[in-house]
């Protein structure tokens, strides 16, 4: 590494972050040399690693260095927020004195995050047949839409953004689409109002900086699509791309309903005598729909292939339509015409990619109770596409805390396309993690209990969480493989426990809502599916203990996961390891990452699924996770969770991020890594009240390096109070054997 850059990383840090990680300047360098080799770097970077500010020092080098901007796509709108709200700001300042010039940097999205100000001077029609002109929504009885829309009319008149983010209370989805349009129905630069579009302005700004932040969903549509809506640039940086497969396959997955023909149509109708044609054959597409069962579609039905055929075919026929007699542009139907094109457009494109059957294409029947019967087609992979289009001209760094996974990053890789012929060059390396997970946390897995089936969770497995439940006092995550399990464990719980034990379960109110009660309740517990496995953040004692119901395998009638599988095993390859065991590998390694957020934390991950120490690809699943201290002993594991009750310290609450003034604990533990009380509070740690003095003097015999037992004979105070309250601080007192703190080998 440079010392240039050490210099760089080390002002960063000071004005960033406090202190420097183990790992920190090792995943700079790295990135630092693929700047320069031009070889592809996946790093994997444990919680607490400050691996943002790793890769933004060199990045910010490199961009001042070329002249080129680096783009950093992220696959959270959290940690899109945190990098531009909160790092970049002071990391800015920090590197200022150090560098030729200040560097600059952008926040790029999608157009349909942006109030689009044509459509709010009442230039587009209305969706929804509701008018959003200032008199119309004033008639209209003051609806909680109309109430809406006049807000955004008045905010938009004040915000320097538009940006839908920066809209604080926000607005229904409904209210939002009254002021925003698609990338299909924007008119460009014949907007009569171009120049004060407010995502234009977004991306001129973006033009002249240096970092260039945005999402994967849009990183994937300006490589994948030619859309040239980035700036230039020779460096990616992918965070969290454990996702970018799933984001990317999301982005170029669509959906083919009657209800969408239907409003294609009406958007036609005015202007495309066939419009009525289109809508008949909508209705013609849905019954043939309705007839068939749901899942994949391995060939397309000779009765469904027609009703596509005769859908295409009509919607060509309006398209057609909606061309100005002459080619003369239509002053007052411009804006009508562009978004009825759009739509009709969107109706020609799926239909034809359904009706061509690409062999890399995955079409099934979903059955929805709100919508009915629809089709969706998806790629089987993104590899190929990444490579050719993501991967081209450019050098990207992957990163993410779960990048290896049976203890190398080849999986993943290849969701990558960085392995098969003629694959670019890469390099691989994993920073590890600034916690001690072997001391911090178990990995219990619950052998005694039979192999879970089909019909949800048994009795033994719901006594067995009951058990664990109580042990740990509350302070449970519970992560499950549907809704259905999450509620039946919720109920049976609520059921056994009263209201001793609090039990929230998602879908109960709104999560962010769910997780700041969670938090803010040692004995409080969560139980949920998959927003919960990556999505929840909470350090301390509110979180000691994280329950996984059983292996997160893909469902077996999943259509891309069986077509995936299938296509690996006619290659020769192992279908099931490749595609279901690496997929429940990823999900292990980030439910059990909810556990440890700081080198405070400690607790147990306990997963009920037999399997993960009986079946042949156990190891492999094992050696996916954080190397916690692993037992099958069920006595060993509830007598750690009561010790683990009964020592813990205050909970640390989920604040709004939006309130903090100082980086994350996800990234940078920092000042949240510490949490101590105002001095005017007493607080009570294991029955004991502490004074801001008993703390000053907890604090200095830490310094002395004095023993557990030599404070607590010094302060007249039971061990295990000392130790908590110790821990609470995060302070270090030497262990002189008085406490029931180590029976387990090394662990708490």
């Not at 230039?232 to 791309?241: G, P, R, S």
């Not at 099934?364 to 081209?392: I, Q």
Request: glycine share 8%; with cysteine.
């Amino acid at each position: 590494m440079p010392a240039s850059l050490e210099a760089l990383l080390d002002a960063a840090v000071r004005g960033v972050a406090g202190s420097s990680r183990p790992g920190q300047v090792a995943m700079s360098a790295a990135v630092h040399d693929a700047t320069r080799t031009r070889r592809h770097l996946l790093v994997q970077a444990g919680t607490g690693t400050g691996k943002s500010l790793a890769y933004l020092v060199p990045a910010i080098v490199h961009a001042i260095d070329s002249g080129k901007p680096v783009v950093v796509a992220t696959a959270t709108l959290a940690l899109q927020a945190q990098i531009v709200d909160r790092e970049l700001p002071r990391l800015t300042a920090a590197l200022a004195p150090l560098l030729p010039r200040t560097p600059t940097y952008a926040l790029v999205k999608g157009r349909r995050n942006y109030v689009c100000a044509h459509k709010l001077a009442g230039g587009y029609p209305d969706d929804d047949d509701v008018l959003i002109s200032a008199a119309a929504v004033s008639s209209a009885g003051g609806s909680r839409l109309g109430a809406e829309v006049l807000r955004l009319r008045d905010w938009a008149e004040q915000t320097d953004t538009g940006d839908r983010d920066d809209l604080v209370p926000g607005v229904t989805e409904r209210a939002w689409r009254q002021v925003s349009v698609s990338a299909r129905e924007c008119l460009g630069s014949t907007c009569p109002m171009a120049t004060e579009c407010f995502v234009e302005r977004a991306r001129a700004q973006a033009r002249e900086a240096d970092i260039v932040v945005t999402n994967h969903a849009f990183m994937a549509i300006d490589a994948t699509q030619g859309r040239h809506l980035l700036p230039e640039h020779d460096l990616l940086i992918l965070d969290e791309a454990h996702e970018l497969s799933d984001r990317l396959t999301s982005t170029i997955t669509e959906d083919l309903t009657g209800t969408m023909i239907a409003a294609a149509a009406k958007r036609a109708a005015s202007m495309a005598g066939s419009a009525d044609d289109l809508a008949a054959a909508g209705q013609e597409l849905d019954e043939a729909v309705a007839a068939l069962p749901e899942g994949r579609l391995r060939d397309l039905p000779a009765s469904l292939a027609a009703v596509l055929t005769l859908v295409r075919g009509r919607a060509r026929e309006v398209f057609s339509q909606l061309k100005p007699a002459g080619g003369q542009r239509d002053e007052t139907g411009d804006t009508a015409r562009t978004v009825a094109k759009a739509a009709v457009e969107e109706v020609v494109s799926v239909t034809e990619r359904l009706l061509e059957t690409r062999e890399l294409d995955v079409a099934w029947v979903v059955t929805d109770p709100r919508r009915g019967s629809y089709l969706r087609v998806a790629p089987m992979s993104v590899a190929m596409l990444v490579r050719d289009t993501v991967l081209a001209d450019r050098t990207v760094v992957f990163t993410s805390a779960t990048l290896a996974l049976g203890g190398t990053f080849d999986p993943v890789a290849g969701s990558f396309g960085l392995r098969g012929e003629d694959a670019p060059a890469w390099d691989g390396m994993d920073v590890g993690s600034p916690f001690d997970y072997r001391k911090q946390a178990m990995v219990y897995v619950a052998a005694h209990l039979p192999a879970p089936g089909r019909d949800g969770l048994g009795e033994a497995m719901l006594a067995e969480l009951e058990d664990l439940v109580v042990a740990a006092g509350g302070r449970t995550l519970g992560l499950f493989s549907s809704m259905r399990s999450a509620q039946a464990a919720a109920d049976h719980l609520r059921d056994r426990l009263g209201d001793g034990l609090p039990i929230l379960c998602q879908g109960e109110d709104q999560l962010p809502t769910l997780v700041r009660r969670f938090a803010a309740d040692a004995r409080t517990c969560l139980f949920g599916t998959l927003s919960l496995w990556q999505g929840v953040d909470v350090p301390g004692p509110a979180c000691q203990l994280v329950v996984i119901d059983r292996i997160p395998f893909p469902r077996p009638d999943d259509p891309l996961a069986s077509a995936r599988t299938e296509t690996i095993a006619r290659m020769g390859g192992n279908g099931f390891m490749a595609v279901s065991a690496t997929h429940a590998a990823l999900r292990l390694a980030q439910g059990a990452g909810r556990l440890i957020r700081r080198s405070q934390d400690r607790g147990v991950v306990a997963v009920l699924d037999s399997r993960m120490v009986t079946a042949r690809y156990a190891p492999f699943l094992q050696s996916s996770l954080p190397p916690f201290w692993p037992t099958t002993d069920r006595v060993v594991v509830l007598g750690a969770l009561r010790r683990l009750d009964a020592v813990a310290p205050e909970v640390v609450p989920v604040v709004d991020p939006r309130d903090l003034e100082r980086p994350d604990a996800n990234d940078h533990p920092g000042p949240h890594d510490v949490p101590v009380p105002p001095a005017a509070r007493t607080a009570v740690t294991a029955g004991q009240p502490w004074t801001a003095e008993l703390d000053a003097e907890l604090a200095e015999a830490a310094e002395m390096g004095l023993t557990v037992a030599e404070v607590a004979d010094h302060l007249e105070m039971d061990p295990v109070a000392v130790l908590g309250r110790a821990t609470t601080l995060g302070l270090t007192l030497v262990d002189g054997g008085s406490t029931p703190a180590t029976q387990e080998p090394g662990l708490f």
